[in-house]
């Protein structure tokens, strides 16, 4: 073997020759048969992640600067969502605050971030450290176009959990938190135990109701990227979450 051997594997659209193969690359290099999230984090790659991107304050810059276009292209933007699913710590704060700053002031790109499912990605995620995917949710959790356009998505006269794309997901409770309270509360409420008129939600709802059937819908996905960082997932709009633990409640204006 050579690095002009071709290889294939599954995801691949087609053959490609060792030298063009990332994956391969890196394990060669380092004589390790797998990358290591906190390898994969000290990588030129994810330097990239944490790169400044500076525009005016409260104004949209047009056009938009030239880095936020290329990050917000189809070839860049699914991959930086991917990262969540890496599940280091570290890495998922870095990925939700870049989409953060992608989609801030970039319409296109605001709209269009359920696409690449981000959203599940985040909501897969089993660690405490949530601010950053508390801020992320902050800022597009009206301002998808899953309904169709951006009319749609904000349009006040639907209930909250109908424009947000969290809806169906997450209780409503949860979304009012997010967007009376702020990120910091939601963060803290997706880690807590309460039995509120409030808030319903437990460690046992996220972990065997929200996280399980998250991943239920990615199904083999997060293994097929683990064995081939450039396979992109294929957006499906996902069934709504199930919780037994509200099935006898009745959510009546802000209120259990």
Request: hydrophobic fraction near 40%.
């Amino acid at each position: 073997m050579d690095w002009t051997t071709r290889c294939w594997a599954s995801g691949m659209l087609d053959w490609k020759k060792l030298r063009d193969i990332r994956e391969l690359r890196w394990a060669l290099a380092l004589r390790v048969p797998v990358l290591t999230p906190p390898q994969v984090e000290s990588s030129s790659l994810v330097e990239d992640i944490h790169t400044n991107i500076n525009y005016d304050a409260g104004e949209i810059v047009t056009p938009t600067p030239g880095v936020k276009r290329i990050l917000s292209s189809p070839c860049c933007l699914p991959h930086i969502a991917q990262a969540i699913l890496s599940g280091e710590p570290s890495i998922v704060e870095a990925a939700a605050a870049l989409l953060k700053a992608i989609v801030t002031r970039n319409p296109k790109a605001m709209i269009r971030l359920y696409s690449t499912s981000a959203f599940y990605f985040a909501l897969a995620y089993p660690g405490s450290n949530l601010l950053s995917i508390g801020q992320l949710f902050t800022v597009t959790l009206v301002h998808q176009g899953f309904h169709g356009g951006e009319e749609a998505a904000v349009s006040a006269s639907l209930p909250l959990a109908k424009r947000s794309v969290l809806g169906g997901l997450l209780p409503e409770s949860l979304l009012y938190v997010l967007k009376r309270s702020g990120p910091a509360a939601f963060a803290a409420a997706m880690v807590s135990d309460s039995d509120t008129p409030e808030i319903i939600w437990t460690h046992k709802m996220r972990a065997e109701n929200l996280i399980r059937q998250v991943l239920q819908h990615l199904g083999d996905f997060p293994q097929k990227l683990s064995q081939y960082c450039h396979v992109l997932y294929d957006y499906a709009p996902m069934p709504p979450v199930t919780y037994p633990e509200l099935r006898d409640e009745m959510w009546c204006h802000h209120y259990y």
